[in-house]
């Protein structure tokens, strides 16, 4: 042999944990398991979004919430000659097209580490409507039409 040495490369799945040079490596690991938590958490109200738009959906939740709070989104359905599942649904629609970004992290920090994250944010969601006298319309099914209702409590978020 002439004197040189075979270099192996590393497996292709290996990892180098060595922070990278000129830092000291300190609090990389932490900040990278914040912003995946934090990613995770902002998929909470995109999530909540996207099941509760389905009506079929919207009612199985508003059943898991169950009680009280279920009877009056029931009777505020029944009032609008509609179901249960399409009423919520619509308040849902309505939310997701008229909340903007602080509203929508507001929510998420009212959401995150409950139990049940998912039915917490869609009470926070229906409750304003409930209590207030606004117009939603909903545009997913051909015309347009409004029922009495209002997205303006949800400034309680921030």
């Known amino acids: 042999m002439?004197?040189?040495?075979t270099?192996?490369?590393?497996?292709p799945n290996f990892q180098d944990d060595a922070a990278?040079?000129?830092s000291d490596g300190v609090g990389s690991e932490e900040d990278g398991l914040k912003k995946e938590s934090k990613a995770e958490d902002d998929m909470l109200v995109t999530d909540l979004i996207h099941s509760c738009?389905?009506?079929m959906v919207a009612q199985a939740a508003l059943k898991s919430i169950g009680g009280r709070f279920a009877e009056r989104v029931r009777v505020a359905a029944q009032e609008k000659g509609m179901s249960v599942g399409r009423f919520v649904s619509i308040i849902v629609r309505d939310f997701a097209r008229r909340a903007d970004d602080g509203v929508r992290?507001?929510?998420r920090e009212r959401i995150t580490g409950d139990d049940q994250p998912l039915l917490k944010g869609l009470r926070a969601v229906l409750e304003p409507a409930l209590e207030e006298g606004a117009l939603f319309a909903d545009e997913g099914f051909g015309q347009p039409f409004a029922i009495n209702l209002s997205c303006a409590g949800a400034h309680q978020y921030q």
């Open 2 to 5: 002439s004197g040189s040495a």
């Open 7 to 11: 270099v192996q490369s590393p497996p």
């Open 20 to 22: 990278p040079e000129g």
């Open 53 to 55: 738009s389905n009506e």
């Open 105 to 107: 992290e507001a929510l």
